[in-house]
């Protein structure tokens, strides 16, 4: 029996892993899940609902969960960053999300991002990729990406904060108990600090050949 070809992207905020997921997807022909959205989703819903994901269990919202919740546009604002972390550390939480995880790369395989892909969701994924970057490389990159302007009046300020921001979440994924970040210990670490996203790609590629031939 020939396993689902699943690539594993994960790594700490803003890193890239996104963009490499897609791309590399697209370049391989499998369909990608960026799997930050479900923690999104599940803490929109709450949030919506009034409810404070620091002190309430996210569980009915996520399996209330419905397509529909995914596709919002307000699902990268910085109280769902915070809140998304929030509710990430819930195990009951986490568990609820699994299925839809594993079953997405049902049968062909697929390529997923998120932070536990390679260590709990697809233990056995042919290729992991560990992306990662400084806080300082990563903090730009979300600035810039969500229509930061670094010729604009008190931009050092606004970086500040998405750097405190993500240096948290990152704090706050790693030290949980349920599914933390961290590297799969067979997965392949890319330091992107000084590489733009086409030579993440190309690197991604080389490491998914690499693997291929080895599996063959
Ligand atoms: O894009 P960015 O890296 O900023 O965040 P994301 O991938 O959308 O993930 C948002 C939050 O969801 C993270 O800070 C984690 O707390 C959580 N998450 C997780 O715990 N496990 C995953 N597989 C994906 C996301
Ligand atoms: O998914 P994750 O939060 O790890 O990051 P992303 O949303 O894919 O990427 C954050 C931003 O960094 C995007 O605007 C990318 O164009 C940019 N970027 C990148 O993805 N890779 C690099 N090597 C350099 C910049």
Known sequence: VRQPFVVAVDGPAAAGKGTLAKRLADEIGLPYL??????????????????????????????????????????????????????????????????????????????????????????????????????????????LQTGGDTTRPGWEEELREIETSIRARDEADSAREAAPLRMAEDAVMIVTDDMDANAVLAEAIRIVRERLAAAD
């Open 34 to 143: 960026d799997t930050g959205l479900l923690y999104r989703a599940v803490a929109r819903r709450m949030l919506d609902a009034s409810e404070d994901p620091a002190h309430t269990s996210g569980l009915e919202q996520a399996e209330g969960l419905s397509p529909e919740d995914l596709l919002r546009g307000d699902l990268r604002v910085p109280e769902v960053d915070r809140a998304a972390s929030l509710v990430a550390r819930q195990p009951e939480v986490r568990h609820a999300l699994v299925g839809v995880q594993r079953r997405f790369a049902d049968e062909r395989g697929a390529v997923l991002d998120g932070r536990d892909i390679g260590t709990v969701i697809f233990p056995d994924a042919l290729v992991k990729l560990y992306v990662t970057a400084s806080p300082a490389a990563r903090a730009l990159r979300r600035y």
